[in-house]
């Protein structure tokens, strides 16, 4: 597991001077990468989220569901005895904020665990300078794959739990001309390798693909090419307010899901809220939760969170995975009866926790969980109705070198490559 480790912290050391990051005072790469955030009954933790800029629509939720967690725990009596004090910050949408305010709650504010991020690209920009101060992160959405750290946990779906099913829904539903669109940073581009990998081997043809910057939230030039080409699908990658404009513009020509079938894998039940039921009625979610899970955590978990942000406030993915997120740690830390990162992150592998999803099981060679695939369709009353997926968890395979993806042979190469070949 991670057999080359100061290969990771070394590129983590050069990374971080590369974004002109200190990387002091926060514990080294043989400390315990904690140290300062206890003090006296309490524990220090951070919390960094994109508060204000386009992804505000998504990650908001996110943190109010990690604080919900934390409240919880508080009122259980904290962790090890003492009490979680979160530490909030900004990361405005931008990578090089994550990073810096990363850098900041761990090296100035000493906390005992990050968690944050919403954007693969704020998830590598927060990875070398968690590398590199022997830090905690955990990262609780879907993406791309062909990552794996020693210092993140993945609480989120990696691609054979969510992109891979995703299109095996498609391909048994006949939906074999697709159309990739996509906001134009790490995650989209590296997925729209991976299924293009996929279509080739499993007679689906790409008809087009188009990406927008992550800020850009007017779609409506990729609008129009996807109604001029008639995909029967568009595999959906466009992230925060991009989505409102572009389910308007399909549904301002007349498009139906019978005509062209959307599925997207970054709109949850908030973002349905904002892009509006009628654009999306009928069309295609993947996740791996939804409110409408039928497990027997879930009924409890929705009426705390809309006990503490209101009734109209529906629970999603993402929000499910950053409130896991908090539970693993704890239960991480009071397995290891220590805050020292080095102790949790051994403690971590193998846990097993009941969730609102269901069981999770942490990978303890990759770090990530395994998880059930749900595909969803979009409801009337804007919430999401499961019609397809894998049943049962689903074992996660970040670098996708199962014997189940020959295609995806050659996808991880260079830095993907060692840190999974260093995983196993």
Same mark, same amino acid.
């Given at each position: 597991?991670?057999?080359?480790?100061?290969? =990771?912290?070394?590129?983590?050391?050069?990374?971080?001077?590369?974004?002109?990051?200190?990387?002091?005072?926060?514990?080294?790469?043989?400390? *315990?990468?904690?140290?300062?955030?206890?003090?006296?009954?309490?524990?220090?933790?951070?919390?960094?989220?994109?508060?204000?800029?386009?992804?505000?629509?998504?990650?908001?939720?996110?943190?109010?569901? %990690?604080?919900?967690?934390?409240? !919880?725990?508080?009122? @259980?009596?904290?962790?090890?005895?003492?009490?979680?004090? $979160?530490?909030? !910050?900004?990361?405005?949408?931008?990578?090089?904020? =994550?990073?810096?305010?990363? *850098?900041?709650?761990?090296?100035?504010?000493?906390?005992?665990?990050?968690?944050?991020? &919403?954007?693969?690209?704020?998830?590598?920009?927060?990875?070398?300078?968690?590398?590199?101060?022997?830090?905690?992160?955990?990262? +609780?959405?879907?993406?791309?794959?062909?990552?794996?750290?020693?210092?993140?946990?993945?609480?989120? @779906?990696?691609?054979?739990?969510?992109?891979? #099913?995703?299109?095996?829904?498609?391909?048994?539903?006949?939906?074999?001309?697709?159309?990739?669109?996509?906001?134009?940073?790490?995650?989209?581009?590296?997925?729209?390798?991976?299924?293009?990998?996929?279509?080739?081997?499993?007679?689906?043809?790409?008809?087009?693909? %188009?990406?927008?910057?992550?800020? %850009?939230?007017?779609?409506?030039?990729?609008?129009?090419?996807?109604?001029?080409?008639?995909?029967?699908?568009?595999?959906?990658?466009?992230?925060?307010?991009?989505?409102?404009? =572009?389910?308007?513009?399909?549904?301002? @020509?007349?498009?139906?899901?019978?005509?062209?079938?959307?599925?997207?894998?970054?709109?949850? !039940?908030?973002?349905?809220?904002?892009?509006?039921?009628?654009?999306?009625?009928?069309?295609?979610?993947?996740?791996?939760?939804?409110?409408?899970?039928?497990?027997?955590?879930? $009924?409890?978990?929705?009426?705390?969170?809309?006990?503490?942000?209101?009734?109209?406030? $529906?629970?999603?993915?993402?929000?499910?995975?950053?409130?896991?997120?908090?539970?693993? &740690?704890?239960?991480?830390?009071?397995?290891?009866?220590?805050?020292?990162?080095?102790?949790?992150?051994?403690?971590?592998?193998?846990?097993?926790? %009941?969730? +609102?999803?269901?069981?999770?099981?942490?990978? $303890?060679?990759?770090?990530?969980?395994?998880?059930?695939?749900?595909?969803?369709?979009?409801?009337?009353?804007?919430?999401?109705?499961?019609?397809?997926?894998?049943?049962?968890?689903?074992? #996660? *395979?970040?670098?996708?070198?199962? +014997?189940?993806?020959? &295609?995806?042979?050659?996808?991880?190469?260079?830095?993907?490559?060692?840190?999974?070949?260093?995983?196993?």
């Amino acid at each position: 597991m991670f057999s080359d480790r100061r290969s =990771f912290v070394l590129t983590g050391l050069i990374a971080a001077a590369a974004l002109g990051l200190s990387s002091c005072g926060g514990g080294s790469a043989t400390g *315990d990468g904690a140290a300062g955030s206890v003090s006296g009954d309490t524990v220090k933790v951070g919390l960094v989220r994109s508060l204000s800029g386009a992804l505000a629509i998504s990650e908001t939720a996110v943190r109010d569901s %990690e604080l919900l967690a934390i409240k !919880e725990i508080n009122a @259980a009596g904290g962790v090890l005895g003492k009490q979680i004090v $979160p530490l909030v !910050e900004d990361g405005e949408t931008k990578p090089e904020v =994550f990073a810096q305010k990363a *850098d900041k709650l761990i090296n100035s504010d000493k906390v005992a665990v990050l968690f944050g991020g &919403w954007s693969s690209s704020s998830r590598k920009a927060m990875k070398p300078v968690v590398e590199g101060s022997n830090a905690l992160l955990f990262y +609780p959405v879907q993406y791309e794959g062909l990552e794996v750290s020693p210092n993140i946990f993945y609480t989120g @779906a990696t691609t054979n739990q969510q992109i891979v #099913p995703a299109l095996d829904y498609l391909k048994e539903q006949g939906l074999l001309t697709v159309f990739l669109a996509g906001s134009d940073y790490v995650f989209p581009r590296t997925a729209n390798k991976i299924i293009k990998a996929y279509a080739a081997a499993n007679g689906m043809t790409i008809v087009g693909e %188009e990406y927008i910057p992550l800020e %850009e939230s007017n779609a409506q030039g990729i609008a129009a090419k996807v109604l001029a080409a008639k995909p029967q699908v568009v595999f959906n990658t466009l992230n925060g307010d991009a989505n409102v404009s =572009f389910f308007k513009e399909l549904k301002a @020509a007349g498009n139906t899901p019978a005509q062209i079938q959307t599925i997207s894998v970054s709109i949850a !039940e908030e973002e349905v809220t904002s892009v509006g039921v009628d654009n999306l009625l009928g069309h295609l979610t993947a996740w791996n939760y939804y409110q409408t899970t039928d497990t027997p955590k879930n $009924p409890a978990y929705v009426a705390a969170y809309k006990a503490a942000y209101g009734a109209a406030r $529906p629970t999603a993915d993402p929000i499910e995975a950053g409130y896991n997120s908090v539970y693993i &740690w704890k239960a991480a830390v009071e397995k290891a009866g220590t805050f020292d990162v080095p102790a949790v992150i051994k403690a971590a592998g193998g846990l097993e926790l %009941e969730t +609102p999803e269901g069981t999770l099981t942490v990978d $303890p060679t990759n770090h990530h969980v395994f998880k059930t695939a749900r595909i969803g369709m979009v409801r009337a009353d804007g919430l999401i109705e499961e019609v397809g997926g894998s049943k049962t968890p689903i074992e #996660p *395979d970040p670098c996708l070198d199962g +014997p189940d993806y020959p &295609w995806a042979k050659g996808l991880a190469v260079g830095e993907a490559r060692a840190e999974c070949d260093a995983a196993k």
